[in-house]
């Protein structure tokens, strides 16, 4: 039975419901919202698959796959080999793995600077002549020192045909400094590194 207002049980409920939306608020001055973050793309290049953009071709990116993990709207990072923690005033401000294949698209974009490249899944009439596939199996930092990208990868042709071998690339950047903020330009920092590994690739198969 649940005691008067004020009781400790009525207090850990609001609690419990404060967590679970996002925010506590336990009378003026004591409300705190969760700050909301966007993995960041390239803003401009100066190296650009120029084989590439010489060429009128359209470049798909996805299906990509991502580990469940993640799949939430706190910020999860490792803490150790084994174990995740949740950041509990940092939010992804939209599904990570839809930030992940917008940042992946824009980055690409400037990368071949070609403006025909798609997320998964595109109109029957945009089939790209080249598509990413991707498998992510991590992409989180450790607080203590770096921030990695596991995914297995490969790029196909307009039928759906390996054009290449499937790779496991595993790529670490460490964290840019301490908190949230470090983690997420950290993570970006990540999606460009692997940007420019895919364009390097795709460019040897255009040739």
Same mark, same amino acid.
């Not at 966007?38 to 010489?54: C, F, H, K, V």
């Not at 071949?112 to 998964?120: D, G, I, M």
């Not at 598509?131 to 991590?138: A, E, K, P, T």
């Given at each position: ?10 207090? $850990? ?10 925010c ?30 010489? *060429?009128?071709? $359209? ?5 990509? /796959? ?8 706190l910020i ?5 080999? *084994?174990?995740? @923690?949740?950041?509990?005033? $940092? ?5 990570? @793995? @839809?930030?992940?294949?917008r ?9 071949? @600077? ?14 790209? /002549?080249?598509q ?5 199996? &991590?992409?989180?930092?450790d &607080?203590?020192?770096? $921030? ?23 790529? *670490? ?14 993570l ?20």
């Amino acid at each position: 039975m649940l005691g008067k207002n004020g009781s400790p049980i009525i207090v $850990a409920l609001i609690l419990i419901a404060g967590a679970f939306y996002g925010c506590v608020n336990l009378g003026k001055g004591t409300e705190r919202l969760p700050r909301l973050y966007l993995l960041a793309a390239m803003a401009s290049a100066s190296e650009t698959a120029s084989g590439i953009a010489d *060429r009128d071709i $359209a470049i798909g990116i996805g299906p990509l /796959a991502f580990p469940e993990y993640l799949n939430r709207p706190l910020i999860v990072t490792r803490v150790g080999g *084994r174990e995740l @923690q949740t950041a509990p005033f $940092a939010n992804w401000a939209e599904p990570l @793995q @839809q930030n992940v294949m917008r940042v992946l698209a824009d980055n690409i974009t400037v990368l071949t @600077q070609t403006e025909a490249v798609y997320t998964y899944p595109w109109r029957a009439a945009w089939a790209p /002549a080249y598509q990413l596939q991707m498998d992510v199996s &991590r992409f989180d930092a450790d &607080r203590g020192g770096e $921030a990695v990208l596991a995914v297995r990868w490969e790029w196909m042709d307009r039928g759906g045909k390996p054009l290449m071998g499937r790779k496991h690339s595993v790529l *670490r950047v460490p964290l840019a400094g301490d908190g949230d903020d470090a983690v997420v330009a950290s993570l970006s920092r990540l999606l460009l590194d692997y940007s420019r590994l895919t364009v390097a690739v795709l460019e040897d198969l255009t040739r």
